[in-house]
């Protein structure tokens, strides 16, 4: 038998007369309730249609998830945009598995130093400590002799970072 799968922006936008063959669900919906009417319905050897991978799901384990369920059904799944996967539907099972498993090794690779700079290690770049005559350069900063290029090159420090030490300073 021959089915098609596919997500769609509006509800009941299918004639009738395709209920038997064509599953629709719509974007956003909670526990795609067509997808799970599928599953119930495809015997193994059955072939399913699905118009672009996309429609499988939001997100690569969600795309992976329902991927291995009609695998584990034993259908064939024609993804019909790519081609080259109607031959080797069982290999992009495997690579689909291992690029879920890929990205959860890196978000807890990634959680894992985020975790360390929160705890105290901080990898950046030292802050620059305030030059022994700063409060003289920020006195004439402020009084007008001065302007923030000129203070900055009194200081040996860019004028940027003049301006900042002297938002803090007022800020403090």
């Known amino acids: 038998m021959e089915y098609s799968y596919m997500l769609t922006t509006r509800a009941g936008q299918l ?3 395709l209920k038997d063959s064509v599953f629709a669900d719509t974007r956003g919906e909670i ?3 067509e997808f799970e009417r599928l599953l119930a319905v495809v015997r193994p050897e059955d072939r399913l249609n699905i118009p672009t991978l996309s429609d499988l799901g939001n997100s690569l384990p969600e795309i992976s998830g329902k991927w291995q369920k009609l695998q584990d059904k034993g259908v064939t799944v024609w993804i019909l945009d790519c081609p080259v ?5 069982d290999l992009f099972g495997e690579f689909l598995k291992y690029i879920s498993y890929t990205q959860q090794q890196l ?3 990634s959680a ?6 929160k705890s105290g290690l901080n990898p950046g770049r030292k802050p620059m400590q305030l030059p022994a005559n700063f409060s003289e350069v920020y006195d004439d900063y402020c009084n007008g002799r001065l302007n923030s290029r000129e203070a900055g090159e009194a200081l040996n420090v860019s004028h940027t970072t003049f301006l900042r030490w ?3 300073m007022g800020e403090s």
């Open 166 to 168: 002297a938002r803090e």
């Open 107 to 109: 978000g807890t690779r």
């Open 15 to 17: 004639p009738s007369e």
């Open 112 to 117: 894992r130093n985020s975790a360390g700079s």
């Open 31 to 33: 526990g795609y309730p």
């Open 85 to 89: 996967l109607w031959d080797h539907s």
